[in-house]
């Protein structure tokens, strides 16, 4: 009984200091084959296995198991044909997490476009202290390729998180961006809000959306504060007569308050909502 609580308690301090250290290097990127940080003789394999049961891994291909059936969205999309392809690439990325007060790991993983233009990346997340289990887990893809974007992981109480996550595409003249904001509270993930972003340029002007995350004030849950600022820029090429836009900067910032009556963060006004609606114009 004493080993087993010695041993208990060395795998409770070696995850802890690795949430303690998350705000100098808040994400990392495992290998399957790596071992958990506290959970001995089990891998991030182990993980993915929990995900899709059965799957096989070759470096960073996969290959087999079965589809998973239990993701949801995380917009509450009905994704139709999206799925997990027969063989593939993918790409892990972790984070300490806290849920709860509980120590937990959240690891995303990319299974890339599968086939169609809208990618597969499933975020999860477990208990690994002592034999892994499998708390959640969403699609959170909403464009090709998805990851972790900083500051990845912001403490919103004393014991829950928020993460951030971008799926993006690029093509010749324009770079898409779709920032989720997630919540990680009594070991569910909850979308705060998606920001779309895009930056664009022509032969006559540049134009970019930049978006910042940062941490505000609150009393039960921190208010999270999102900063778009938009800076056009024109050209000397000779566009032949082609219009260009203004040329200067704006700022948009939204703060989002939790809201206690109905359990959710709320924002204080719908700018980013029509700056999308504003970006949609120019796709």
Known sequence: ???????????????????????????????????L???????????????VPGIAVSGRTYSGGRQPTSIRHIEGWDEGD????????????????????????ALLVDFGEAGYSVGFAVLALFDV???????????????????FMKPVRLSVSAGDDLLVTQSTHHNSGQSYANTSLILVRNDRFELVDTISSLSDRDCAFERSQNLTIEQGTGES???MVA????????????????PAPDPGSRTITV??????????????????????????KRF
């Open 1 to 35: 009984m004493v080993v087993r609580l010695c041993v208990g308690l060395g795998a409770l301090v070696l995850l802890m200091g690795t949430v303690g250290g998350a705000a100098a290097q808040p994400s990392f990127s495992p290998e399957p084959a790596d071992a």
């Open 255 to 280: 703060t989002y308050r939790w809201d206690s009556a109905a359990q959710r963060y709320m924002p204080d006004s719908d700018a980013l909502i029509l700056l999308a609606r504003e970006n949609e």
């Open 37 to 51: 940080p506290a959970s001995e003789g089990k891998t991030y394999l182990d993980l993915l296995r929990l995900i």
């Open 82 to 105: 999206a799925g997990l392809a027969p063989t593939g690439s993918l790409h892990l990325s972790a984070v300490p997490v806290r849920s709860g007060g509980m120590d937990r790991m």
């Open 227 to 242: 900063t778009v600022i938009e800076l056009t820029t024109l050209t000397t090429e000779d566009c032949n007569g082609r």
């Open 221 to 223: 849950l921190t208010d």
């Open 129 to 147: 202290l002592g034999e892994p289990r499998l708390l959640d887990a969403a699609d959170i893809a909403s464009d090709r390729w998805t990851s």
